[in-house]
């Protein structure tokens, strides 16, 4: 008996000759049109925030395509995923259950196949997804700030922060607890320009379990340079019925600290000064002074003087 050697040319053609078949044989094989069973990944988008998705029935869609052995094989290397809005789903008012019609959706679903794969059927009737609600509720923010002014300069308004609330979703035991809530810390020295920063919340560990519709905020201030002034104001007595009271002085001088650009509209009419009679005591002939009203552009007013003599005449 000849043995064929493999190295020979007889041998050689012959394996070629065999790969040649095999491979014209798969790609005939390939080039016919076949039927095929996909499963396809169910996902949900666009949650509102006070609901969550406890769970999806089925996860994976079945559908039947088809198309060439070639177009079947390149897709089975990954697997396609449909993306579901909760807008689409249809709630069920009897429980807590939303429904998603395949038969309704046949267009969304084939969207998600390859161009190259013609979809059949879907193998189910619908997806149902089980939703828990959450509880919601409007929390206040407190800004968590210092600010250390420059020498000569003060805000010249409240520190402002928006949006000045936020909306939490959360479990009701957590909730029912939550007033406010902070920002996280911002610190800044020498201070002389308008205030203007974005900071984020703070979120602690207890409250890991609470969604927020919004998490950064914008705090801005409002900053002047101030310079201080001094102007004499005449003192009124209070509750004296009728008795007459004589006091020494009759004036006193207020310092206070304004922007300097009104600096020059604050007058001594616009500061009210008092002294009240009611608290008078024979064992003590002073009274003590209160500014009432001073103007509105002063930030901060103080009394040279914190009390003032007084005599009664019979």
Not at 23 to 49: D, F, G, H
Not at 140 to 156: C, D, F, M, T, W
Not at 217 to 235: L, S, W
């Amino acid at each position: 008996m000849k043995r064929v050697k493999i190295g020979s040319a007889n041998a050689r053609g012959f394996f070629f000759f065999l790969l040649i078949t095999t491979v014209m044989a798969a790609l005939i094989k390939l080039s016919k049109t076949y039927e095929s069973t996909y499963k396809i990944l169910v996902k949900v988008t666009e949650i509102p925030i006070d609901k969550t998705i406890q769970s999806i029935s089925p996860e994976e869609i079945e559908v039947k395509v088809e198309n060439s052995g070639f177009a079947i094989l390149r897709n089975n290397w990954s697997t396609p995923e449909a993306y579901i809005s909760f807008k689409s789903l249809n709630k069920n008012e009897a429980d807590r259950t939303y429904q998603y019609s395949l038969s309704n959706n046949l267009s969304n679903i084939e969207h998600t196949l390859s161009d190259n794969l013609n979809l059949i059927s879907v193998i189910g009737d619908e997806v149902v997804v089980i939703v828990d609600e959450m509880e919601s509720k409007e929390i206040a923010i407190h800004p968590n700030v210092q600010l250390e002014y420059a020498s000569g300069y003060r805000a010249k308004e409240e520190l402002n922060i928006e949006p000045k609330l936020v909306r939490a979703v959360g479990p009701h035991y957590i909730l029912d607890k939550l007033e406010v809530i902070d920002t996280e810390l911002f610190v800044q020295k020498d201070v002389k320009d308008n205030v203007e920063v974005t900071v984020a919340i703070a979120i602690a560990d207890s409250l890991q379990e609470v969604k927020f519709d919004v998490t950064n905020f914008i705090i801005t201030q409002e900053v002047t340079k101030f310079t201080e002034g001094t102007v004499t104001v005449p003192i009124t007595v209070l509750n004296n019925g009728n008795n007459k009271v004589k006091i020494f002085p009759k004036e006193v001088e207020v310092v206070y600290s304004v922007n300097l650009d009104d600096f020059e509209n604050i007058k001594g009419k616009d500061f009210v000064v008092t002294c009240d009679f009611s608290n008078s005591s024979e064992n003590n002939n002073y009274l003590p002074l209160t500014i009432k009203k001073q103007p509105k552009e002063v930030s901060l007013a103080r009394l040279v003087d914190k009390q003032v003599q007084y005599l009664v005449i019979d």
